[in-house]
């Protein structure tokens, strides 16, 4: 296996890790500290978008907009949670759920939206011409 694909299936791997511990720490909040959570999601969403954005596990075009997409949909499902609030119970679990994930994936949003834009503008600006 070539080692690009490890570090993609890593990067998947880190994804879902922080998936399941948004889920578990939104689930059963006593289990784990809030802090401790939101920091370790935003170690792994940190890695996540470094290994994207050093081109060790390439995304190509349409997934790095797939990507985005996606997380400006976790992005504006999380700030609806807020109107749950008046739902016993589920709106809290989710809130919480949905805020871990937004910690997930900001920090990897950011770094690929960087990517994006740095690509585009390299691309207009044609040095040595």
């Known amino acids: 296996?070539?080692?690009?694909?490890?570090l993609v299936?890593?990067?998947?791997?880190?994804?879902l890790l922080g998936v399941i511990i948004a889920l578990?720490?939104?689930?059963?909040?006593?289990?784990?500290?809030?802090t401790t959570v939101a920091m370790v999601e935003l170690v792994l969403g940190t890695i996540i978008g470094l290994l994207a954005m050093?081109?060790?596990?390439?995304?190509?075009?349409?997934e790095e907009k797939t990507f985005l997409?996606?997380?400006i949909a976790l992005i504006v499902a999380g700030t609806?949670?807020?109107?749950l609030g008046g739902l016993p119970t589920v709106g809290e679990y989710l809130g919480r759920i949905f805020g871990?994930?937004?910690?997930?994936?900001?920090?990897a949003a950011v770094l690929i939206a960087l990517?994006?834009?740095?690509?585009?503008?390299?691309g207009k600006l044609r040095l040595g011409r």
């Not at 299936?9 to 994804?15: A, R, V």
């Not at 578990?24 to 809030?34: K, L, W, Y």
């Not at 871990?100 to 920090?107: F, G, H, N, S």
């Open 1 to 6: 296996m070539a080692k690009e694909t490890q």
């Open 9 to 15: 299936q890593i990067s998947g791997y880190l994804f």
């Open 24 to 34: 578990i720490a939104g689930i059963v909040p006593s289990a784990i500290d809030a």
């Open 54 to 62: 050093g081109g060790w596990a390439k995304l190509t075009a349409d």
């Open 69 to 71: 997409i996606a997380t």
């Open 80 to 83: 609806a949670t807020t109107f």
């Open 100 to 107: 871990y994930i937004q910690t997930l994936v900001a920090p």
């Open 115 to 122: 990517i994006v834009l740095w690509r585009v503008g390299a």
